[in-house]
């Protein structure tokens, strides 16, 4: 009876971990974004200890095959083996970490409802940090991609062509966080920004995946990107992403929020 109980408990799936939490003297509880059951909290009995047979394995930025045990509050881990091992060559690059952790922290707003229909926000995430840890292009513009698409999958996808509220065929020379991206000149409001064509272009490649325009960016169209992609996401959670403010954009310094308000419109003319 005992061991058909547990087994009506237990399920297997894959999970990236999203972010780690002390409990206790040698526990912790894994805030876990898995492949078919959605975001999961989870503990982890005795993984700060010395010996723990879990090891790196329920680090952050980590992907693995994690068998778990539903409790009346919080699932318990039962096993864990390794899938990603992404989390060591992130975390030993300052760029990449602060990149990750806001990734991680996006995912962890974006799927905190969504059960079941998180699969995709999985695996835009354990693409992402796949290819952070491998260096694949820069953490920026990774960073960048990555929030544009994850917003794109929550149902808030941006356009950067034609006008988002009228439809007015593009190229336009505004960009409304409120409206949905680029708009023309008859629907931009008051105080719009007005990025740059080439920082326009950057966003649609960062959007679409195009990452021989991506990479041949130039810096200060990337800055200008990274903050309306700030802009954007601020917008459409109703609050910041406190890790972006670590994130580096330029010379190693950290970037601070395009706006105290995520709901108030700035203007760079």
Known sequence: MAESTFAARSYRDDGVVLRTYRLGEADRIIVLLTKHHGQVRAVARGVRRTGSRFGARLEPFMVADVQLVRGRSLEVVGQAVARGTYGSEIAAD????????????TAERLTANDGEASLPHYQLLVGGLAALS?????????LDSYLLRALSTAGWAPSFTDCTRCGEPGPHSAFSAALGGIVCHNCRPPGS??????????????????WEVADGAAQSSRREASGLVAAYVQW??????RSLRLVERDEGVPSSSPTSNPRQETSTT
């Open 94 to 105: 300052y760029s990449r970490y602060t990149s990750a952790a806001a990734m991680a922290e």
């Open 134 to 142: 491998r260096g694949a292009h820069a953490p920026d513009l990774i």
């Open 193 to 210: 920004p007005a990025p740059a064509p080439a920082t326009v272009n950057l966003l649609a490649a960062l959007l679409s995946g195009d």
């Open 236 to 241: 459409h959670l109703e609050r910041s992403v």
